[in-house]
Nanobody, 117 residues
Framework: QVQLVESGGGLVQPGGSLRLSCAAS????????MGWYRQAPGKERELVAT????????NYADSVKGRFTISRDNSKNLVSLQMNSLNPEDTAVYYC??????????WGKGTLVTVSS
């Protein structure tokens, strides 16, 4: 079965950096686009970034453009999110995601990122 396991979250000061990773298993990783979403307290889950199956194209939410970078390593079944210049508004649980159709979605359990001094 599809499994997505996030890691790398934690507490960081404003202006700092974190790198999130998502280990994928149970499917042919190199064949599917991957994404990161986040959900802040009291808010709806929102798209952060996506990357195509071969990694040739990426897409970012306006709020993270220029600060976050999504990447993948198809030899290791890993997708990563490098987050720089973090601010308190980036505080959220970050989820790894993939889907097979508009109706079939897979999510990890999430990793908490807290940006605070």
């Amino acid at each position: 079965q599809v499994q997505l396991v996030e890691s790398g979250g934690g507490l960081v000061q404003p202006g700092g950096s974190l790198r999130l990773s998502c280990a994928a298993s149970g499917f042919t990783f190199r064949s599917y686009a991957m994404g990161w979403y986040r959900q802040a307290p009291g808010k709806e889950r929102e798209l952060v970034a996506t990357i195509t199956s071969a990694g040739g194209s990426t897409n970012y939410a306006d709020s993270v453009k220029g600060r976050f970078t999504i990447s993948r390593d198809n030899s290791k079944n890993l997708v990563s999110l490098q987050m720089n210049s973090l601010n308190p508004e980036d505080t959220a649980v970050y989820y790894c995601h993939t889907n097979r159709s508009s109706a079939i979605h897979y999510w990890g359990k999430g990793t908490l990122v807290t940006v605070s001094s």
